[in-house]
């Protein structure tokens, strides 16, 4: 009964563990909004112009991602990306990091 009690802690004790590392990797996400500028699909990376003028040039690690250039984005359209700072490079990683703000893309 004792051993049972133990194992149930120690279960908890780790997924919570889990949901809290979770949500310290999610709130490193940076979100930012602009038009693509242009694409390098050969490189993996986007620019975007954001409402402020600035270019930003992102790398994208996630496949799902890069088939959405030129498959559904284009350039002009206006896009939301969510990326991580690696090392001073902005890097999109999920396959819905990058979304178009219209409808279907």
């Not at 996630?62 to 498959?71: C, H, M, V």
Request: net charge positive; aromatic share 2%.
């Amino acid at each position: 009964m004792k051993a049972s009690r133990v194992i149930t802690l120690l279960v908890m004790a780790l997924v919570s563990a889990a949901l809290v590392a979770g949500v310290a990797l999610a709130a490193d996400k940076v979100t930012v909004l602009g038009k693509i500028k242009d694409y390098d699909l050969s490189k993996k990376t986007v620019t975007v112009t954001t409402k402020e003028g600035k270019d930003m040039t992102f790398v994208i690690e996630n496949d799902t991602a890069l088939k959405k250039l030129d498959d559904r984005l284009l350039k002009g359209d206006e896009v939301k990306i969510k990326y991580v700072d690696e090392g001073g490079k902005m890097v999109i990683k999920g396959s819905n990091d990058m979304k178009g703000t219209k409808a279907g893309c």
